[in-house]
């Protein structure tokens, strides 16, 4: 691998770890706030505000990873998604 490979490599890692990981963390807590494990006088509010904080903030970042992951799998051996 190359100087050019070894670059690609690392900003797909570090997307993956810094951006993407963070996002997909978040998704799972929001939606526990969601789920029937909130007592059922709470849940409204809480999925109501946890709904919002999902469109807000985890749709947008996480709706540029397929892009990215597109874009970029043809470089690297071990994507082999499509």
Same mark, same amino acid.
């Given at each position: 691998? *190359?100087? %050019?490979?070894?670059? /690609?490599?690392?900003? !797909? !890692?570090?997307?993956?770890? *810094?951006? $993407?990981? !963070?996002m997909l963390v978040v998704g799972v807590i929001l939606? +526990?706030? *969601?789920?029937?494990?909130?007592? $059922?006088? !709470? %849940?409204?509010?809480?999925?109501? +505000?946890a709904d919002k904080i999902y469109k807000a903030f +985890? +749709?947008?970042?996480c709706g540029e990873a397929p892009r990215l992951f *597109? /874009?970029?799998? /043809? ?6 998604? %499509?």
């Amino acid at each position: 691998m *190359g100087k %050019r490979g070894w670059m /690609r490599y690392q900003h !797909l !890692l570090h997307y993956a770890e *810094g951006s $993407f990981a !963070l996002m997909l963390v978040v998704g799972v807590i929001l939606a +526990v706030f *969601g789920s029937n494990k909130i007592p $059922f006088f !709470l %849940r409204p509010i809480t999925g109501f +505000v946890a709904d919002k904080i999902y469109k807000a903030f +985890v +749709v947008p970042h996480c709706g540029e990873a397929p892009r990215l992951f *597109g /874009r970029n799998a /043809r470089h690297f051996a071990f994507c082999c998604w %499509r």
